[in-house]
């Protein structure tokens, strides 16, 4: 079953706007992670960060987590229509046999 | 160095038919997920292979579902007798390390008639 929850569910923004984008998660985690997944494709990785990390960065992406409110954001920076897809979070339980948890995504829509 | 491999890329076939799709993932990653990924929605594990052995099948429809992973490298998923509800894409994903990065092939997608 899906635990994890994206917010918001679709976002519609210009270019050159930036693009956040939150998730939430109910269990005690060992990392989270980021994908990307264009329409029609497969999921393609973006991000990582550990329990013990609280922001990073790679690129126009930086990712936020807080352990304390089971939460974490992923901001595109200079968003581009190349950015337009849906993005999933994926969370490592780790008290489920470290069982990956993913959300429902949220789908982004970069307009030129 | 090569994605993962997945086929066929669509399949179309009646309900009651047979069908099965085939996984290659990337060299040396132990670990191999099959997902199912209804439209708008999150992958949903069906299945995760440490190896050859098969850790977590507990959401696999085992009365309908079936897939093996011979030798630990490539895996096929089959599905017999298929229904309306199982239309949908089948996601093959793999990785090194168990909670590290998943690498995921383009999917199957299987409409049932």
């Known amino acids: 079953s899906q635990q994890g929850e994206e917010d918001p569910q679709a976002l519609s923004i210009q270019e050159g706007e930036n693009a956040t984008m939150n998730c939430s998660y109910k269990?005690?985690?060992?990392?989270l992670q980021w994908y990307r997944q264009n329409s029609g494709r497969g999921l393609v990785h973006l991000i990582l960060i550990r329990s013990n990390e609280r922001e990073k960065h790679s690129g126009r992406l930086r990712v936020t987590l807080d352990t304390s409110k089971k939460s974490s954001s992923l901001l595109i920076t200079a968003s581009r229509a190349a950015d337009t897809a849906s993005y999933f979070c994926?969370?490592?339980?780790?008290?489920?046999?470290?069982?990956?948890?993913w959300g429902l995504g949220t789908s982004l829509a970069v307009n030129p | 160095e090569a994605g993962v491999v997945q086929s066929p890329r669509y399949k179309i076939i009646e309900k009651k038919q047979p069908v099965a799709f085939w996984c290659n993932p990337i060299s040396g990653h132990n670990t191999l997920y099959w997902y199912l990924q209804n439209l708008g929605q999150g992958p949903e594990l069906l299945i995760r292979?440490?190896?050859?052995?098969?850790?977590?099948d507990s959401q696999l429809p085992k009365d309908r579902f079936s897939a093996e992973r011979l030798k630990g490298v490539d895996s096929t998923l089959k599905i017999q007798p298929a229904e309306l509800g199982d239309s949908a894409v089948y996601l093959c994903?793999?990785?090194?390390?168990?909670?590290?990065?998943?690498?995921f092939g383009e999917g199957s997608r299987l409409t049932v008639l």
């Open positions: 269990t005690s985690i060992n990392n």
């Open positions: 994903a793999s990785s090194h390390h168990r909670s590290g990065e998943l690498f």
């Open positions: 994926a969370t490592d339980d780790a008290g489920n046999n470290r069982k990956l948890i």
């Open positions: 292979y440490e190896n050859e052995e098969a850790v977590d």
